[in-house]
């Protein structure tokens, strides 16, 4: 098996606003081997962002709590840095994509020079050599060299997202923590970017991990996948364990939410209701409330991870009989 | 055939300091009663706008826009007035189009307040609560305000605004593209029900191809403003000609595994609107343009009943 | 649950800011002095003393006595009914003359937009000062005269703060969809686009109610305004100026008074923006 990159352990986060506790992350488990792209699926309000940001380190505290867990970079607890050494980790190792490209770019700098300004400061290169490694970096991400002089309102959303991939690259990162990146971009535009990453990924031996909704960028892209519900990972597997035998409800519930290129269906089967309040999430399974196969033991009390194969998991005992032709 | 909207030659240009903006350019469709017309294409195809033309909330350049039989094109503002009870619009954004001032309830009464509908209160009341059951809202949400509530109901109360005043067509522009995958299915599902119900007439506009195929009986696509192929919803998907019709579809990520992935990746991306050159406008990012397509504007030909296609190789 | 309109709400959330009602009380009792000042006031606003001058506040005299023996007490509440008066109501004519016209020109845009704003600047280029001086002098001195010219003064600032706010609400969807519902521009603005612009308008407004006060005073001291010996906040403190060194209490306590209307007017300002808005009903 292949080295674990990230292992994130028991990690939970809350927001705690006045009286209210917004339980935004709770236990949850994943690894990250080297290489390999992990999908983090699920609505809003997930806390796929708050996880991801947890892992940066670049929860706002206040309002945001750690409770408790590990984040494994590389073996070393990322919690336990101090501020100077996650500053450096950020941007050398780590780095991170945000949903919009439009408001990622500095508006009264030229491209190139927001480039080169992360290089100067991580790699501490002079002022001509991030010129030049600038301009190498946007022609790895396909836009010419010679317009690193242009300003990024001269630049469209897909060249913009472009040059926020070329940002998050330059320092190399061992792990890449894309947040929604093609959400705001035309299909067309998303599948030039989808494969512009996909390329780079196996050039450079990043690793991921892509914080969407979308299925299809998931299938796209990932070889592990994690469905986030309420704070909790519900499911997680390889991509071929959840889209060919995701058991959890919620996972199936999902899947039959969406319309079909490929067949008729007369109607969707949407999931009925809405996420809880995650101020006032349940006692038992966050999901519950919303499953068809909830019983009254769901209602009472979690259920625990459960391994149905060596790279499948899954909190909920109904999927675990279904996944065991039990039911 | 009954046919409830047709759309002839419609063109909205804007004056921007850069020139003519030419957001919608000569296009032309009809939509019989009771069915869906989606609209597609990606951002800046003049898709929404063409939308709010229709609607009259921008008023076209040139082109005619026939009703039940009856021009429209230019109306006066009774006649204004007697169109907002035939055409109604559902937002995008559930989080903007609802005046974070009024509750709920007010904010489904208002066109009947504005319409003046109802004489005495208890009608107006009950027609209110009537329209929050058809839409799914619960009694108790009335008196809240919509930053109470989540996207999916928010979008319920567009809806239900858009209802009240029992209108024969709606303009749907991208309503569930800001909703969630569970959420979007709940409000696709109500939409399809009123149709059946009361048998409304949507224009459907969006960008998300597998919601549109989900919903609609006929589809269009539009590229920088011109329509480039239209055809029925089944058809597309199968029998589609134009390369850019071919390409969008392509490029859909496909959410399963084990399946030949073979991405079509177009280059470049989508030129300006602003003063066009002539020819075809998807010709710079086409893999089959020819000599003919950078100097000629391709006609909108009929290829087969009810399909057509505006592109110089398609043959048949 | 019963029904309850949009102001009843607005009320509800006013009156559960302790702030808020902090100020409306500060408020309520500076009017209530104004209005009964002759029963509060120790003594006359013009009773000369040539025994009694700049004696320091004592039991006698709470805030002392002027450079003409005056109880410096009975004319800071007289005064109150001269400068809460101005204040308020210039502040009034600014907030109407330039929220309208920042209304219409951020609504309509294009030529009108211009046409407004254009003729705004001019107004701004000029000091406002000068500009109440040359309004007040061609309507001739008196209070409402120097009201209006204070009032106009202000205006263009209170246009430019809302024709910002107008615009970028008049994007918003639910502009438009009222629009589709069949709504006139005057039901729009006023119903929409108003209630939704109100709050950089409150603040603007709590804060003009102070600048008001002083504009009155130097408009006072040019003899455009009050005359003395009317006394009036604003013009007592000018008036002390050539004391200030030695007799400290001629311009403290006049200054504390036109403080404590700022101030009050500043918390109900800031409750009226919260109570207005549904967003921040906890």
């Known amino acids: 098996m292949a080295e674990n990159i990230l292992e994130i352990k028991d990690l939970t986060i809350h927001y705690v606003v006045e009286k209210e506790t917004v339980e935004a992350v709770n236990h949850v488990n994943l690894t990250l081997a080297k290489g390999e792209t992990l999908g983090l699926v699920g609505e809003t309000g997930a806390g796929k962002t708050t996880l991801a940001k947890g892992v940066m380190g670049i929860i706002p505290n206040p309002p945001g709590k750690i409770r408790g867990g590990e984040i494994l970079f590389e073996g070393e607890d990322l919690l336990k840095k101090d501020k100077k050494a996650m500053q450096k980790i950020r941007g050398e190792k780590i780095s991170m994509i945000f949903q919009d490209p439009m408001t990622a770019l500095n508006p009264v700098m030229t491209v190139g020079d927001q480039i080169a300004e992360v290089l100067r400061l991580h790699q501490h290169v002079s002022a001509k050599e991030a010129g030049q490694k600038a301009k190498e970096l946007l022609e790895m991400v396909g836009i010419p060299g010679q317009r690193a002089s242009e300003y990024p309102h001269q630049f469209s959303g897909g060249m913009k997202q472009r040059v926020v991939i070329a940002i998050a690259l330059a320092c190399r990162p061992e792990l890449l923590i894309a947040d929604e990146p093609t959400t705001a971009l035309d299909v067309t535009i998303q599948m030039q970017v989808l494969d512009l990453m996909n390329n780079l990924k196996k050039q450079l031996g990043t690793s991921m991990i892509l914080i969407t909704h979308d299925f299809g960028v998931v299938a796209e892209m990932c070889e592990k996948v994690a469905i986030m519900y309420a704070g909790e990972v519900v499911e997680y597997g390889t991509a071929r364990d959840i889209f060919n035998h995701g058991c959890h409800p919620y996972t199936r519930g999902l899947f039959e939410s969406l319309p079909s290129l490929n067949e008729d269906q007369p109607r969707l089967k949407p999931i009925v209701g809405l996420m809880p309040d995650p101020t006032k999430l349940p006692v038992g399974c966050s999901f519950a409330p919303r499953c068809p196969f909830c019983t009254d033991a769901c209602l009472e009390k979690k259920c625990e991870t459960t391994n149905l194969t060596e790279t499948h998991q899954v909190k909920c005992d109904y999927a675990v009989r279904t996944f065991n032709g039990e039911v | 055939m009954d046919t409830i909207l047709e759309v002839k030659n419609l063109k909205k240009y804007f004056d921007t300091p850069g020139g003519k903006l030419h957001a919608v350019d000569d296009v032309s469709f009809t939509i019989e009663r009771g069915k869906t017309l989606g609209v597609v294409g990606e951002s800046g195809c003049g898709k929404s706008t063409m939308g709010r033309v229709i609607v009259h909330l921008l008023e076209a350049t040139d082109g005619k826009i026939f009703f039940e039989g009856n021009d429209i094109t230019r109306v006066n503002s009774a006649e204004l007035k007697k169109l907002r009870n035939d055409m109604q619009m559902i937002f995008q954004d559930p989080y903007s189009s609802l005046d974070p001032r009024m509750t709920v309830r007010d904010l489904i009464g208002e066109p009947l307040k504005t319409h003046k509908i109802f004489k005495n209160k208890e009608d107006y009341e009950k027609r209110v609560s009537e329209l929050m059951e058809t839409v799914g809202l619960a009694e108790r949400v009335g008196l809240q305000y919509p930053h109470e509530l989540d996207g999916g109901r928010r979008q319920r109360i567009g809806i239900a605004r858009a209802l009240a005043l029992e209108p024969k067509v709606i303009v749907c522009d991208e309503p569930v593209s800001a909703l969630d995958v569970s959420i979007q299915a709940q409000i696709l599902n109500l939409l399809m029900d009123l149709q059946d119900n009361q048998g409304l007439t949507y224009i459907f506009v969006t960008h998300d191809l597998s919601v549109v195929k989900h919903i609609s009986d006929d589809i269009l696509v539009m590229y920088l403003g011109q329509m480039v192929e239209k055809c029925p919803s089944k058809e597309l998907f199968e029998n589609n000609k134009h390369p850019y019709t071919k390409a969008l579809l392509s490029a859909i990520p496909i959410p399963a595994v084990d399946v030949e992935r073979k991405h079509e990746i177009l280059k470049g991306e989508i030129s300006s609107p602003i003063n066009p050159k002539p020819g075809c406008r998807f010709a710079p990012r086409c893999p089959y343009a020819t000599e003919k397509c950078h100097s000629q504007s391709p006609e909108l030909r009929e290829i087969k009943p009810g399909h057509f296609v505006a592109c110089h190789m398609v043959t048949e | ?282």
């Open chain 3, 1 to 282: 649950m019963k029904k309850k309109s949009y102001w009843r709400n607005v009320w509800d959330r006013f009156i559960k800011n302790r702030l808020a009602v902090t100020g409306i009380i500060i408020l309520c009792l500076l009017i209530i002095c104004a209005i009964f000042a002759p029963v509060i006031a120790p003594y006359g606003i013009d009773e000369q003393n040539s025994q009694t001058r700049f004696i320091a506040p004592c039991l006698q005299f709470p805030f002392g006595t002027d450079n003409f023996g005056r109880d410096i007490f009975s004319r800071v509440i007289y005064g109150a009914r001269i400068s809460l008066q101005v204040g308020l109501i210039s502040v009034a004519v600014s907030c109407v003359i330039g929220g309208v016209l920042g209304a219409i020109a951020a609504f309509y845009g294009g030529v009108v937009d211009n046409v407004i704003m254009r003729f705004l600047d001019v107004l701004m280029a000029i000091p406002g000062m000068v500009l109440a001086v040359a309004i007040a002098a061609s309507l001739g001195p008196s209070l409402n005269n120097m009201m209006i010219a204070i009032g106009l003064g202000h205006a263009p600032g209170f246009a430019r703060v809302v024709r910002a706010s107008v615009l970028s609400i008049k994007e918003q969807e639910y502009v438009e969809a009222a629009r589709l519902m069949g709504d006139s521009d005057f039901v729009i603005i006023m119903k929409h686009i108003i209630p939704n612009s109100l709050a950089p308008m409150i603040v603007q407004a709590t804060l003009n109610v102070g600048r008001s006060v002083i504009s009155a005073a130097s408009l006072s001291f040019l003899g455009l305004g009050i005359q003395p010996p009317t006394p009036e906040w604003g013009a007592m403190l000018s008036a002390s100026r050539a004391y200030l060194r030695d007799y400290w209490w001629m311009c403290a306590f006049p200054g504390l008074a036109i403080l404590l209307t700022v101030f009050s007017l500043n918390l109900v300002g800031d409750g009226l923006r919260d109570a207005l808005d549904p967003k921040l009903k906890h």
